[in-house]
C-alpha cells in the first residue's frame, strides 16, 4: 500500500480499441506476429487503460477503489526496429473518501473523494521525491473532464496530468455512474529530476508566530499565482503557506474570489517580536495589493 492506493500490475499486451476511449496521440502499435488471443495483439501505449479495467472490475464486488500502477508503455521509434519502453505511473481513485466508522449515522454520508483527494496524493510523491520547482497548470487532455484537470510541471518540463476522468470515458471502460479521478505521469522523466543531494529542514528551535491573509481578487487569478506573490514577500521568514478558504457570496463582488492563507512566520536564531513579523505580513500585503490588485478583506475594519 502507498499513499492508501493498492498497486496492481496488468497485461502490457493489449487490443487497440480498449485504448481508444483515451483520444491518445496517432501512433502505430509494436504488434505479435502470431498473438495466442485476439485481446493480445498489440504491446500498449498506456498503463492507465490497463488500470481503468482494473477498477471497474473491483467495483462489481466494491464501492471504493484506490490503484496504482507502475508499468512500461511501447512506443516505436522511426527507423528503429526496437520501440522506446518509458516508465509510466498510473493512479485511479473513486468512492468514498474514508472508510466507514461506528459514529457516522449521525454525521450523514461520507464525502466522495473529489479532485482535491487525487491533488493530494500527487503533492505527496512530489514531497516525498524532493522535487523542485514545482507548479500545476491547466491541462486538457482528451479524457480527462474540462475544467477539472491539471498539469504536473517539474523544473518547466511536463511530466503528465491527473484530475477528473471524462464522464463519456468512464462510461467507455464501465464505470458509468461513478466520479473516477486519474492519472498519468511519465515516471522515467519524473525519476531524472530528483536530485542527487536534498537539503533537510531541522527541527526549529523557536516558535512560530501565525497570521491569516485573506484577499479579494479577480476569478482568473490562480491560488498558485497568489502563493507565488505571497513567498515572494515574505521572504526567508515565511516559512508555510496554506490556503485554507475560497468564498463566492454575496459579501463578493461577480466576477471575484476570496481566498484565505493561513501563515507562518519563524526564525532559526530567535522568536520573532509582533514588529518584524507585522512588517513582514506589510509587505506581504502591498504587493498583492500593487501586483494582483487585491482587496485586502478586514482592512477597511482595521482603518
Known sequence: ???????????????????????????????????????????????????????????????????????????????????????????????????EFWSDTAAGPIPAMDFFDLKGVVEALVADLHLPEIRFGPAHPNHLHPG?????????????????????????YGLAGHDVLASEFDLQMILKLVPERYAYIPVPRFPAALRDIAVTVDEDVSAERLLGEIRSAGGNLLRDVRLFDLYRGESIPAGKKSLAYALAYQADDRTLVDKEVDKIHKKIEDRLKHV????????????
Open 1 to 99: 500500500m502507498t499513499a492508501g492506493l493498492q498497486e496492481v500490475v496488468t497485461y502490457a499486451l493489449r487490443e487497440p480499441s480498449k485504448e481508444a476511449p483515451l483520444g491518445l496521440p496517432t501512433l502505430e502499435y509494436v504488434r505479435l506476429l502470431n498473438p495466442i488471443t485476439t485481446e493480445r495483439v498489440v504491446m500498449r501505449h498506456s498503463v492507465l487503460a490497463s488500470v481503468l479495467e482494473i477498477a471497474a472490475g473491483n467495483l462489481r464486488h466494491t464501492s471504493d477503489a484506490r490503484l496504482f500502477e507502475v508499468g512500461s508503455v511501447y512506443l516505436p521509434r522511426s527507423g528503429e526496429k526496437l520501440p522506446d519502453e518509458p516508465r509510466r505511473l498510473a493512479l485511479v481513485m473513486t468512492g468514498r473518501r474514508r472508510s
Open 148 to 172: 477539472k484537470a491539471a498539469e504536473l510541471v517539474v523544473q518547466g518540463n511536463a511530466v503528465g496530468s491527473f484530475g477528473v476522468l471524462h464522464p463519456k470515458v468512464a462510461e467507455a
Open 292 to 303: 494582483l490588485k487585491a482587496q485586502i478583506r478586514g482592512e477597511e475594519v482595521r482603518g
